[in-house]
Every structure is written in C-alpha cells, then in structure tokens.
C-alpha cells in the first residue's frame, strides 16, 4: 500500500471465490490482493473489484459488507431512463470487492447464458453493469487513476469512458488497462442488438464497425496499454492463426501491447498447507505425496497398488484445452500401462468420449463430471503426470499449480505453457516437465511416452525432475505484480499527455 500512489479499480466478471467458470477468476482475485501487498510500491490498495451479483454468489458475512449504496444508474432500457443497482462493498481478502447487484440482469442461471447458449442481452447486462461501476466511482468523488479491464465483459468501460466521460473530472482522465485473457470471447453486439449499449449503427465507438460493436476490440482500441497474460500468447496473438480476427488491431496496437505472464498465488496453493490433501507435503519432504496419490486413486476407483502412471486433466471440457487429443490418445496410454483421471464439465460430446472410455475401463479411466475444489487439488498433488494438450493457452494455471505440487505437466508448446514449462527431454537435468509441438493425439502420446520412461528408470533423474518443478516460483508480489504497476504507470503518463496535448 502506498497513500502517493494510483487508484486502480478492476472490472471483471469473475472472481474467486464468488464467481468462477475459469482462470479469470483465479487471476483477478490474486493478483488484486497483490498489489495491495506491502511490499507493493505505487498502487493506493487495497484495489476496487468491480464484480456481477450473479446468483450464484455465496451469501455474504454480515461483517463482511462494508457497506451499501443504492444508484440511479442510466440505463438505455428502462422506460424511466435509469435502474437502481445497489452496489454492496466487501472486505475481501487483500481487496474491496464491490458486487453490482441488479437482479433482472443478474439474478439468473448463468453468467453468461444457460443451456439454450448466450444470454441475448449480454450486451445490455454487461453494458449496465459497467455504467454502475463508473457511477459508483463518481460517488465516492475520488480520482480514479486506473480502470483495468478484463476481457470483453468491461469493454463498455473503454465506450462510455469516450463518449459520456471525457470531461468528467473523475472518469475523463482516468487510464485504461485492457487484460485479454483470451481472445476467443468478444462480445459481439451486432446493429440490432446496439440499443442495448445506447448505441447506433454507423458510430464511432470504440470496437464499431458496419455491423455492430466487439466488444473486446473496445477495449483494445481504446486502452492506454493492452497485455495478455504470457510473452508468447502475446507474440501468438499477432497471427492469423491465434487473434481471433484481432490480429490486426492488436498489430496496430505497436508496442502498446504487451505479454505479461501470470502469477501463482503461493499461499493459495502449497502442498505444505493444503488442508484438502491427505497428507501434507514439501519439496523438502515429499512422503506425503504417496498418501495423496492413494487417497485420490481410492477416490476415483483406481487400484492404488498399482504404480503404473496416473494422468490428471482439469479443465472447462472445451476444444481449447485439447479434452479431444487426451480422449483419443486414451487407449494407447491405457496400453503402455497408463491411468487418466479428467475433471471438469462442459461440451457434451467432449463428456461423452471420456464417459465411454470410463464405461469400457472403470478401474483405469474416471471422469468426474463436476467443478469439485477439493477434488481438484487431490488430482493436483495426486496424479503423476498433469496433462494440458491445449490448442492455445493465453497462460494457464494447472501447469503451475501442478509444478508446485510435485506433478510434472505434459504440455502442448504454445502461450503461457511454453512460457512455464521447460522440456526435460530437450534439456535432460534442467526440464520441469514435458513438452510437444504438434497438436495431434500421436504427439501427445509420445510425449506421454517419455514421461512413463523417465518416471519408470526412477532415481535421480525422476527426483530431480519433481524437485525442480516444485522450486519454480510464481510468486505475483515478486513477479508479475510489479509489471502490472509499470503498465498502470504508463498507461497514466500516456492518458496525461494526451489529454495534455489536446
Ligand atoms: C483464460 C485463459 C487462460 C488464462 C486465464 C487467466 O482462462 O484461457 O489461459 O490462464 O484466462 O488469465
């Protein structure tokens, strides 16, 4: 905490523990608490994170609520001109949370849709859930120095921010960050659906074009500084092949986008301290890890006796993550003596191939079709290999979670993996884990192949391997945090000097 330094308020429509589908959640609440750590110079914390009152949000402690605040807020479709939300102010752990509570936008099955697809009016909720926030700044009549988006669902910030804010004294001169997690999300609003947003077709919007408005382009266009969350998504996103129709944006973007990798929140996830695990353990005493391993083949039905090699997958079950490339790599990993173990829910026809892999090898394939927390870091600490075969990953959180819990990774050389996760084949006694360049189950397979041989010779190749993983730090406070303060600072100098100069 530093009294000289920025004010910066988060948008994100997702954040643990109160609203999680994915990563995003993880992220934002980790590396909120971060720079309101004390060893954090330049961020005025503890950070504002601006989140949906989804449903789904656990009640809260009465002595948690720091407060609430009904608002007017304008609203392009209510009849009056304007809706009451309630912002209701929280002591989180390390920041405020600030939950937008609006029941007909978010009192509903879903974030984003429900089994019939996106919810039509994304636009509208997501559009008044950012109007709300920058109200809600305005209130509290203090400057705000940095608005720091995340993903498509806080691009109205980077519209409104042009066209209502401009001379407001607290939003007009307020920098954006724009964070793209990943750039296969964008909120695509097309001309019939603009209204919603108070928009018309054929405007100058950020993120507008004929057809309608992207919403995560908004945020990219009009953004003081843009990153991803690892150096080479970053470097990726620039193709065809990986920016989602974004490439050229973000190629004008010059050296105003850049690559920050994500942390790992240390205290979150440490063996040594995992209240979930059968048995604790350490880089520096590792017994433990062979209660873990039992405990969670007992759980899902594996003969624990067996040492044969055990594979852990986690994940939304989404073509992303390469759930297809494992399922059909399946039966070859079966026959060179293999166990898997997938946790995660999602496509239906990605459930269904390892269901019937599980229907066909009870005693060697399980997939657990929940989001299930506890179960999650039992595979973590318990499997022998973690497996993340992604098509693309703008960074990823397993690999690291699985490095620190003595889990070697087997990944896909692509974003944040190649980023986290050093080959031990192409580099015998420095690897943390495996490594492969072609996404196709045989490439996979084969990198399976040299995780079963090193894992089976034991002794000190194997110790080394596990050990060096677990070394790796991630830590957000000492690394990627205090990037994130550069690109609030240059973020600021820049909206300074433009505003300066008009
Ligand atoms: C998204 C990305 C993932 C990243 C996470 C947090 O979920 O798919 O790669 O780690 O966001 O930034």
Request: hydrophobic share 45%; aromatic share 8%; net charge negative.
């Amino acid at each position: 905490m530093d009294p000289m330094g920025l004010r910066v308020a988060f948008l994100a429509a997702e954040c643990e523990p109160w609203a999680k589908t994915g990563g995003l959640a993880d992220v934002v609440d980790a590396l909120a608490r971060a720079l309101g750590h004390p060893d954090i110079d330049g961020v005025d914390g503890p950070v504002d994170v601006f989140l949906p009152r989804y449903r789904g949000v656990p009640d809260l402690e009465p002595s948690a609520i720091l407060g609430e605040a009904r608002l007017a807020v304008p609203d392009p479709r209510a009849r009056a001109g304007s809706s009451a939300v309630t912002i209701v102010d929280v002591a989180a752990n390390g920041y405020r949370l600030r939950l937008v509570d609006h029941p007909p936008a978010f009192d509903r099955e879903g974030f984003y849709g429900d089994a019939a697809g996106d919810y039509v009016d994304n636009a509208w909720r997501f559009g008044l859930y950012c109007r709300a926030a920058l109200e809600a700044l305005r209130a509290d009549g203090r400057p705000v120095d940095v608005l720091h988006l995340h993903d498509w669902q806080a691009g109205a910030i980077a519209i409104l921010r042009k066209e209502r804010f401009d001379d407001d004294p607290i939003i007009g001169p307020a920098a954006l960050v724009t964070t793209l997690h990943n750039l296969a999300y964008h909120g695509w609003t097309d001309n019939a659906a603009l209204p919603q947003l108070g928009l018309r077709p054929g405007g100058a919007a950020p993120g507008q074009n004929a057809d309608g408005v992207d919403l995560l382009a908004a945020g990219i266009e009009a953004a003081e500084i843009v990153n991803t969350v690892s150096p080479t998504y970053a470097r990726e996103a620039l193709t065809p092949a990986f920016g989602m129709g974004l490439d050229g944006l973000l190629r004008r973007r010059g050296d105003r986008f850049i690559g920050i990798l994500n942390g790992l929140d240390n205290t979150v996830w440490d063996p040594a301290t995992d209240r979930d695990l059968a048995a604790p353990f350490s880089r520096d005493d590792l017994a433990g890890k062979a209660t873990c391993r039992a405990d969670l083949l007992g759980q899902v039905g594996f003969d624990p006796a067996d040492d044969g090699p055990v594979i852990g997958m986690i994940g939304r079950l989404d073509p992303q993550k390469g759930f297809d490339l494992l399922a059909d790599a399946t039966p070859e990993l079966l026959a060179a003596g293999g166990r898997v173990i997938v946790q995660g829910t999602g496509h239906p026809s990605l459930a269904d191939a390892f269901r019937s892999l599980a229907a066909a090898s009870p005693d060697r394939v399980a997939l657990v079709e929940r989001f299930d927390r506890v179960l999650a870091r039992k595979i973590y600490a318990g499997a022998d290999f973690f497996a993340m075969p992604s098509r693309f990953e703008p960074c990823g959180q397993g690999q690291m979670i699985a490095l620190r819990y003595g889990t070697p990774p087997i990944v896909h050389r692509t974003g944040g993996l190649a980023d986290t996760v050093i080959d031990e084949t192409a580099d015998p006694g420095k690897g943390t884990g495996f490594v492969f360049d072609r996404e196709t189950p045989s490439s996979l397979v084969e990198a399976c192949r040299r995780a079963f041989a090193l894992r089976a010779s034991g002794g000190a190749a194997w110790k080394g391997l596990v050990e060096r993983g677990m070394a790796v730090d991630f830590g957000w406070v000492t690394g990627s945090a205090p990037r994130y303060v550069e690109a609030y600072r240059r973020a600021v100098t820049i909206r300074g000097e433009e505003r300066a100069t008009r």
